[in-house]
């Protein structure tokens, strides 16, 4: 078997387990935790986390993060940052 498709072989199989994980999760805090900790592993990533427009939708708050630093406190207004510019 090639390296080729020994990496795409254990992608796929990352990518069942991802499905399977979440399919026996039914809270969404846990869902979200679980599809972060799913994508750090699924692209080798060191971290990642989720943001959240408020209310008035000029600010991404960070609900949650896996690696890394912890973020829950870290707030960005739109259009900064590379989150920001990116939800902006």
């Known amino acids: 078997m090639t390296v080729q498709a020994q990496q795409t072989r254990l992608r ?12 026996e999760t039914d809270e969404p805090d846990k ?4 599809i972060l900790e799913s994508a750090v592993r699924f692209f080798s990533a060191e971290a990642c986390s989720i943001a959240l427009l408020d ?21 960005i207004d739109l259009g900064h940052g590379i989150v920001g510019w990116g939800a902006h």
């Open 12 to 23: 796929l199989e990352n990518l069942i387990e991802i499905i399977r994980l979440m399919m």
């Open 31 to 34: 869902l979200l935790r679980t």
């Open 55 to 75: 209310k008035e939708g000029r600010h991404l708050s960070f609900a949650f993060s896996v690696g890394g630093a912890d973020v829950k406190e870290f707030r």
